[in-house]
């Protein structure tokens, strides 16, 4: 049997323009979808831009890169793509000058990658900063280095803010059916004569101010309705705790709804996303609501010394762009010291730790490739896709400690 190549996705090789005959592909690809959904652009501050400049992206869905590429048409652009992206072909993406990342990792290449675009290519770099598709439709914390590396690279700053991309495929529900409406808010943020006089700070303060979004409450003001029977299906991923008994891990949704196998609490969710309880107090109507006070749950454990996860788990790895590989059984362990992934691989013992303050956000999925839900953690040269055995629904609560302890030691520093 032909041994698995496990040579590190090559990380240095310098990226490329998007190939001009590439260019009508990208179109073609993106426009029918944005057409029929009848994407609205709202372009401000942007008269006059020209590239180089820095293109932040808030995240939703797959549906991210199409409305990316209309919304900038016909600038070529240069993707920062995650190691998995690059499955669907390496040298495909690599001619559409897509950039890979490794999702939580500080890897010296892709500043001097980035730098390259601007500098050399004089290119538009698009970057989804909160490095995941948003979990409950809302926007996930984003990394101080962000302002840090805006400030060094000196180029302009434009923030493309979807709306409308989530509520059309949840990651945890993506068979939905909905035709709606799309629009996109495209600012100018941060001009190159503001480079010269604003602090790191204030770089991160417009950043973040820029990324704030909420789809629910999109879809209410904006009266969408989603009529799909099972827009709920799968939310018991997200939304594991019930908030009457308290219990976590004990949800089940389907068609509009999800009960407390425990208490038996039910919501249902209207065709404008708002639930209401069938019986009894109606705790949360905004999804969102909801997925805070778990946050809120997580972070009272952690306060209190009692925050601790522990399984067996299969593990899978992702050395470079031509497959996943099969490492087994292994143990996993996160508790306020972080992340302790043990085991063994081709005999020997392997371990891989990531300490809090090495990772401000956890990268999961619900039912990855139908494998089932998982994390995943990556160093420089490799990422591992790590999937729970015994304990159910718990990446969602994984994904709050991580930003949880990241907050606390920052502010210890």
């Known amino acids: 049997m032909k041994k698995p190549d496990l040579t590190p996705f090559d990380m240095a090789k310098k990226p490329v323009r998007e190939k001009r005959i590439l260019m009508p592909l990208a179109w073609a690809l993106s426009y029918p979808t944005v057409w029929k959904r009848k994407l609205t652009i709202n372009k401000i501050n942007m008269e006059g831009l020209k590239p180089p400049y820095i293109l932040l992206c808030t995240h939703h869905a797959f ?236 972070r009272k454990q952690i306060d209190n010394g009692t925050y601790y996860f522990e399984d067996e788990v299969y593990v899978e790895s992702l050395p470079n762009a031509k497959g996943f590989h099969k490492l087994g059984k292994m143990k996993l362990i996160h508790d306020l010291n972080g992340f302790r992934l043990t085991g063994t691989v081709n005999n020997e013992p392997f371990e891989l730790i990531k300490e809090p303050l090495s990772m401000y956000g956890l990268h999961i999925e619900y039912n990855y490739k139908g494998k089932g839900d998982c994390i995943d953690l990556s160093t420089n040269d490799n990422t591992y896709y790590i999937y729970p055995i015994n304990q159910k629904k718990v990446v969602t609560k994984l994904h709050f400690a991580v930003e949880e302890l990241y907050k606390i030691k920052k502010q210890s520093i």
């Open 63 to 298: 549906l991210d890169f199409k409305v990316t590429t209309a919304a900038t048409f016909p600038t070529r652009l240069n993707f920062i793509v995650a190691i998995d992206g690059f499955l669907f072909g390496e040298t495909l993406l690599r001619s559409v000058g897509a950039i890979c990342k490794r999702k939580f990792t500080n890897d010296i290449k892709l500043y001097k990658h980035i730098k390259y675009v601007l500098d050399d290519l004089k290119g538009v770099v698009a970057i989804y900063p909160e490095a995941r598709y948003s979990i409950v439709g809302t926007n996930a914390i984003l990394p101080d280095s962000l302002g840090k590396l805006v400030r060094s690279l000196g180029y302009p700053v434009v923030v493309l803010n979807m709306h409308g991309n989530y509520l059309s495929q949840p990651q945890w529900n993506l068979k939905l059916k909905t035709h709606h409406n799309l629009t996109a808010d495209m600012t100018q943020i941060i001009t190159k004569e503001d480079i010269e006089s604003i602090s790191v700070n204030e770089i991160n303060q417009r950043i973040n101010q820029a990324f704030v979004y909420d789809e629910y409450k999109y879809q209410l003001d904006n009266k969408i309705e989603i009529k799909d029977k099972n827009r709920m299906q799968g939310i018991d991923s997200v939304l594991y705790q019930c908030p009457a008994c308290k219990k976590e891990h004990v949800m089940t949704s389907s068609l509009n709804k999800i009960t407390c196998d425990a208490c038996g609490k039910t919501y249902l969710q209207d065709t404008y996303g708002r639930l209401k309880a069938t019986t009894g107090e109606t705790k949360f109507e905004h999804i969102p609501d909801w997925y805070e006070f778990e946050r809120q749950e997580v």
